[in-house]
């Protein structure tokens, strides 16, 4: 399996609103409710933001929300703030142990708040 | 709290071995899956592979750059799981990530990650 694919930069500004997105293919993406989201701080432990395409763990803020649409999924960030400046990767199931990896990411998309 | 604690990163030769243990506390140990992620200097996040709890037969799956050099184990009455590195070359450089993952068979989001140790392979 290829990583999944991440723009490799995006920006916005405090207050406003940003989209990432993670293409992949109907045998992990498309084919699976598990997609995942981590942010990333420079020197940090990635931190679990969005799982199952949409849950949220307890403690993340509601202005992180994640979709899907056929084989692309999507984390959205409302009302940006400095410290959401981060890394995001995506990450997905991808079922087939037989045949390559069980668990794909992305390859990361680094937020800057302007 | 639940807290994972990676060790026994450092540096090693080409072709040598290294075992990593991750001593996990604040949580049932035993109900969880358990998976390795690594991430090398600069680069994304790359999956290792997962030990399933012993409700889905403790099994475990590889990614295909480790399959046959990798084995993780698990030991439950100690609540640690351990990374086993045979035939280290110079692309397994990386800081190495343990993660509690979903206690399914899959074992598809990772909740809590340790803090990372570092594997550099060089001679």
């Known amino acids: 399996q290829s990583a999944l694919t991440q723009p490799r930069s995006v920006s916005g500004s405090p207050g406003q609103s940003v989209t990432i997105s993670c293409t992949g293919t109907?045998?992990?993406?498309?084919?699976?409710?598990?997609v995942s989201w981590y942010q990333q701080h420079p020197g940090k432990a990635p931190k679990l933001m969005i799982y199952?395409?949409?849950k949220r763990p307890s403690g993340v803020p509601d202005r992180f929300s994640g979709s899907k649409s056929g084989n692309t999924a999507s984390l959205t960030i409302s009302g940006l703030q400095a410290e959401d400046e981060a890394d995001y990767y995506c990450?997905?199931?991808?079922?087939?142990?037989?045949?390559?990896?069980?668990?794909?990411f992305g390859g990361g998309t680094k937020l800057t708040v302007l | 709290e639940v807290q994972l604690v990676e060790s026994g990163g450092g540096l090693v030769q080409p072709g040598r071995s290294l075992r990593l243990s991750c001593t996990a506390s604040?949580?049932?140990?035993?109900?969880?899956?358990m998976s390795w992620v690594r991430q090398a200097p600069g680069k994304g996040l790359e999956w290792v592979g997962f030990?399933?709890?012993?409700?889905?037969?403790?099994?475990?799956e590889y990614a295909a750059s480790v399959k046959g050099r990798f084995t993780i184990s698990r030991d439950d009455s100690k609540s640690i799981a351990y990374l086993q590195m045979n035939s280290l070359k110079t692309e397994d450089t990386a800081v190495y990530y343990c993660?509690?993952?979903?206690?399914?068979?899959?074992?598809?989001?990772?909740?809590?990650w340790g803090q990372g140790t570092l594997v550099t392979v060089s001679s």
């Open positions: 030990i399933r709890s012993k409700a889905y037969g403790g099994t475990t």
């Open positions: 604040g949580f049932t140990f035993g109900d969880y899956a």
């Open positions: 199952d395409v949409s």
């Open positions: 109907s045998s992990d993406v498309g084919g699976y409710n598990y």
């Open positions: 993660t509690r993952a979903s206690p399914t068979y899959s074992g598809s989001y990772y909740d809590y």
């Open positions: 990450c997905s199931y991808a079922g087939s142990y037989t045949v390559g990896p069980s668990v794909v």
